[in-house]
């Protein structure tokens, strides 16, 4: 079993003496609260991981994501807070006696070492058997496909190949928990595609749980069971990939989840024979029976409100809200259109379906149903159905 628990985990980078009295511009770029102690990088961060769970942290550079990974390593010191893996208070064991393994950008491997030495080193000094080592090593290598490398050295791999070893050394100790931070983003486009699918293939031969971090939206939607979306050291949201997609929490995790970002109008929502209605200029949609229930049972009132609408959920038709396209992008089975509504960008998704069309500065008018539609408080940005 290898569960584990956060409670109201917090990390506070002090200041050095010579900077106590700059608090200080750069400070107030990252929008880190500042305290008399320090820099509060992860603030009250609470997450219960069970058996086994594939968890993914995601948000952008600098919200304390991998903060919180190396805190769960014990790289890095808790401020406040507790830290459980299998019940057992982590605080103040050491990293080695932790029963986990991490799997670094960097790859991190010994260069004058073969790969089979690379993965079977943590292993030696544990004093492992020789059989039972090389028993690991090479179902390790079998699972990633990476037996044929055995006896070369790290200089003579790819980059997709080198990040293959590094998973294969941390896999090698059976441990209880395997954190990853950011294993990709070294490589290529191509090479993320294919280790994000070794990577889904990989959580299913081997029993650990995995806690990892990436800024990339659509490695946390294809390998999490869950995703923990991050910003400023606060937790935005805890869901399913779907559920943090389908029902966003705030205006923040709408626009970061979602590829291309969700597109936003200055609406009204009011009432209109007992039923929620959403207006944008002359355009007017009534919301679905499930948005009017939620609506409904938190108490709505009429008022102002931020509309957001997905690109693949605009329709181009008649009645709809006028814009000119500015770019059209052809994307083989869909055009991405890049358009100005009145001062502000926004993008629709077209289906091509075989016909190819060019609709730069072409004026177009967008519908979209009561369905897909996602209303933001004004005041505070959170989701008005949540």
């Given amino acids: ?92 064991v050491a990293p080695k006696d932790r029963d986990i393994a ?90 993320r595609n294919q280790m994000r699918a070794e990577l889904i293939k990989l959580r299913k031969r081997i029993n650990t749980t995995f806690i990892y971090v990436t800024h990339d939206q659509t490695e946390a939607m294809t390998l999490g069971d869950r995703i923990v979306v991050m910003k400023d050291g606060f937790i935005q949201q805890i869901g399913t990939p779907q559920e943090v997609y389908d029902h966003p929490s705030n205006l923040f995790v709408s626009g970061f989840i979602g590829t291309p970002q969700m597109n936003y109008f200055d609406a009204r929502l009011e009432k209109e024979g007992g039923n929620y209605v959403v207006k944008v200029k002359d355009y007017k949609v009534v919301l679905d029976d499930e948005k009017q229930a939620r609506l409904a049972a938190k108490g709505v009132e009429p008022c102002d409100v931020t509309l957001g609408v997905r690109p693949d959920n605009m329709v181009l038709g008649e009645g709809g809200i006028k814009g000119r396209v500015e770019v059209s992008e052809l994307m083989g089975p869909s055009c991405h259109l890049h358009l100005d509504i009145d001062g502000k960008d926004a993008i629709a998704i ?37």
């Fill in 1 to 92: 079993m290898s569960e584990v628990t956060l409670k109201n985990v917090k990390k506070i980078y002090p200041f050095t003496e010579a900077r106590k009295d700059q608090k200080t511009d750069a400070h107030r770029i990252a929008h880190l609260q500042i305290t008399d102690e320090g820099v509060i990088a992860v603030q009250e961060f609470s997450l219960d991981i069970a058996d086994k769970e594939f968890i993914v942290l995601v948000g952008p550079s600098g919200c304390g994501k991998s903060t919180t990974l190396r805190m769960i390593a014990g790289l890095e010191e808790i401020s406040s807070g507790e830290l459980y893996i299998d019940g057992e208070y982590m605080n103040d």
């Fill in 102 to 191: 991490m799997v670094f950008q960097s790859y991190a491997l010994y260069p004058h070492m073969t790969v089979y030495d690379n993965m079977a080193y943590s292993l030696k000094i544990k004093r492992t058997p020789k059989k039972e080592i090389d028993r690991k090593v090479r179902e390790a290598a079998e699972i990633l496909d990476i037996t044929q490398y055995l006896q070369r050295k790290p200089k003579a791999l790819s980059g997709g190949q080198r990040q293959r070893v590094a998973i294969g050394r941390a896999i090698v100790r059976d441990p209880k928990v395997l954190l990853m931070d950011e294993p990709l983003s070294n490589l290529d486009a191509k090479l």
């Fill in 350 to 386: 077209v289906p091509t379906e075989g016909k190819a069309k060019d609709y730069t500065n072409m004026d177009v008018s967008l519908t979209f149903t009561g369905s897909v539609c996602h209303l933001f408080s004004k005041e505070d940005e959170h989701n008005l159905e949540f």
